[in-house]
């Protein structure tokens, strides 16, 4: 029986990581879709399948990488330079593995990335960013030596031969007003590399780099996943960045308030029918129960009856399928419902 050699790291049976189609700039990967027969080491990835069956019915904690934009003037990055290390009071690391420290160190960085010899526009005409701005989180109390550790490692992998730099933050020191309780790493990196390849960033980029994420917080000891909101039956999309700190506000976005008053418009016509995302959620939740009684089939097969029923009650309990629209209705509906009743109690509206 073949088993999977130390340090090997397959992805799902069904994915496969192919170079980019000849003439693209995009210094990363593409991620595309192989059937299973192709795989090079069946029993790796079945035991590879089995792990992370593990974690996610044990709900382990799932790693968060959020690209939050980045530079598109040479002044905007040295800010953001300084913002992630406090004007230099914070130690940042580059990518040579060399501490920075003070303000003139944070600015010397600056200056030797040359931004300014990156193109400034794509064939369009577009803007492109000089940099780009990523975080790293995990859960409070995770170890923070162990988050950068992590980071650093995840960095010397994916961001071969370009620049970047990055530091940690804790409550204690991060900068913001209001900091998170959970441990995170700002990294920076420089949009090209020294072959002038662009970082471009995708779905599936996002994706892989979660697995390799979580992978490195394992060879740490710290218990990590990288499963998709679909795998862990969460329908609903988490908020962007500038949406969540406007409802942290207090306010509600224009964004928010426009998809409000669709949602009201279809209440108001009586218009019952899925939208197309809404289809789209539900043909994913069937492929999710469908792959994990296929597991759960497959793990009763060779005896591993543990599993598969933790699998079963796993695929159980899974909620089922909302959407941001339908819960806007919900709570128009009984909001409704509530001012009838004030009217009722008030005698203003007949009681039937």
Sequence with gaps: MRTCALGDRPMSSKLAI??????????????????????????????????????????????VIKVTGGGSKSAGVLRYMNYISRS?????????????????????????????????????GGAL?????????????????????????FAQQHFARRQYIMALHTPETDPSDEPPPHPHVHVIVRAEDEDGHRLHIRKSTLRIWRESFAAELRARG????????????????GRGSAEYHIRERGDVSTAEARRFAEAADDLRKGDTQPKPWEVAMAA?????????????TALRHEGDIELAEKVERFARELPSPDSERRRMQRALIEEV????????????????
Excluded at 18 to 47: F, T
Excluded at 284 to 296: F, M, Q, T
Aim: with cysteine; charged share 35%.
């Design 18 to 63: 192919v170079p980019d189609r000849d003439g693209r700039k995009s210094g990363l990967r593409r991620l595309v879709y192989r059937p299973k027969a192709q795989s090079g080491n069946i029993d790796c990835d079945w035991q590879s399948t089995k792990d992370r069956l593990r974690r996610t019915v044990a709900r382990v904690p799932e790693v």
């Design 284 to 296: 994913r939740r069937r492929d999710v129960l469908k792959e994990l009684a296929r597991n759960a």
């Design 337 to 352: 419902k509530a001012r009838l009743q004030r009217e009722q109690a008030k005698g203003l509206v007949p009681s039937r």
């Design 88 to 124: 230099g009071m914070l130690t940042t690391v580059d990518q040579d593995g060399e501490h920075l420290g003070g303000k003139d160190s944070i600015r010397n960085v600056h200056a030797s990335w040359d931004l300014d010899l990156q193109r400034a526009h794509d064939n369009r």
């Design 129 to 153: 960013h000089h940099s780009f701005n990523i975080i790293f989180s995990m859960p409070a109390k995770t170890d923070p030596a162990k988050l950068l550790a992590a980071v650093q490692a």
């Design 222 to 237: 710290i218990e990590a996943n990288a499963t998709s909101r679909a795998e862990r039956g969460m329908s609903l999309k």
